[in-house]
């Protein structure tokens, strides 16, 4: 399997535009989760899915904040308007808990730069 | 919510050493699972280890889930070891999202 693809790879954008993040969860898997990290405060949740679900969303930092799971294979995090706070690395994560594991894979993350 | 802390925060090892790397977390879990970030920022899994013990190659962890801590060992250190090592786990029972410890930075000098 391909693993986790997250796309854009890294993405620069200037203050007040929308960003669109794209994630690919492993085929099979079942449960989606959006991840940031930042200097400040870590790795922490903003999202997550189950079954194309959104779950629980309380991590989202405000309404400029969007995310959508349209099918099992393909979820978008949105961000509009863009602001320089928002500068991260942005990890999207799959799991199948099949027969009690949970274990979660992580794609290689988009690093997003706002000026 | 679950807390979770790692330690030590830094370490420097010469090369062919060897280290332990604690997790501690405040509530039972049903996933606790290890983490190398390398120097490109991608997330690795290393163990998935709610409870016991797992070895893969030079490194091995243990987890006491009725004492509620993890332990990372690392033998024979090379400089493809460094960077930094999350300790994770979940809040709830389930399929439920992982939260991180703050990491161990580890450097490994030739």
């Known amino acids: ?115 | 919510g679950i807390q979770v802390e790692q330690s030590p925060p830094d370490l420097i090892l010469q090369e062919g050493a060897n280290s332990t790397l604690r997790c501690n977390f405040s509530d039972s879990v049903n996933n606790l699972q290890w983490f190398h970030q390398n120097p490109w920022g991608q997330l690795i899994n290393l163990f998935y280890i709610p409870s016991g013990t797992k070895q893969n190659g030079r490194l091995s962890a243990t987890t006491v889930a009725t004492e509620r801590y993890s332990l990372l060992y690392i033998s024979s250190s090379q400089t493809t070891d460094s960077g930094v090592y999350f300790c994770a786990v979940d809040r709830n029972s389930g399929n439920t999202p992982l939260v991180f410890g703050k990491g161990t930075r580890l450097s490994v000098i030739a």
């Open chain 1, 1 to 115: 399997d391909a693993g986790v693809i997250q796309s854009p790879r890294h993405e620069v954008t200037e203050m007040g535009q929308e960003v669109t993040l794209r994630c690919k969860p492993i085929s099979g898997h079942n449960s989606l989760f959006w991840y940031r990290q930042t200097m400040m405060r870590g790795l922490e949740l903003l999202i997550y899915f189950n079954n194309n679900v959104p779950i629980d969303d309380s991590g989202m930092p405000e309404d400029r904040f969007s995310a959508k799971m349209p099918n099992a294979s393909f979820s978008t995090l949105k961000i509009q308007p863009s602001e320089p706070r928002d500068s991260a690395v942005y990890f999207c994560a799959s799991s199948f808990p099949g027969q009690g594991a949970y274990e979660q894979y992580f794609g290689p993350g988009t690093r997003l730069t706002v000026t």
